[in-house]
């Protein structure tokens, strides 16, 4: 059954929130950290750990499944497998920490740091 299964929608429709995650953990892995809101790091945080347990298997089917996820964007790939994998080969999880900034200026929207451990 599906109890408790709901997803942050993020007032988007499916497809520009695939789109969204996409790019928000194409640049987590391109910058190691990014600024944005605290609803969009809660939603992309479990997307970006799954992706980091998924380069540390390193197999050809691991990258094609990351490729999928991240759009055709070989170099983030690379990166994701050949430097930032196996910074966390002994680590069993937690890969990354929200870190509150405060409130936005125009429009108080809480805003927070998403990085790499």
Do not use: C, W
Request: no cysteine; hydrophobic share 40%.
């Amino acid at each position: 059954m599906r109890h408790q299964r709901n997803r942050h929608k993020l007032g988007r429709s499916p497809s520009h929130r695939k789109a969204l995650l996409m790019n928000l953990s194409r640049e987590v892995f391109d910058h190691e950290r990014i600024q944005t809101t605290e609803a969009k790091a809660k939603a992309v945080k479990p997307e970006v750990e799954k992706l980091i347990t998924l380069a540390k298997r390193g197999d050809l089917h691991a990258r094609r499944r990351a490729m999928a996820a991240l759009g055709q964007d070989k170099f983030v790939v690379y990166k994701l497998f050949e430097e930032i994998a196996p910074r966390y080969a002994e680590r069993p999880g937690g890969y990354t920490r929200i870190l509150k900034l405060g409130p936005r200026m125009s429009d108080s929207t809480e805003m927070v740091l998403l990085e790499l451990v």
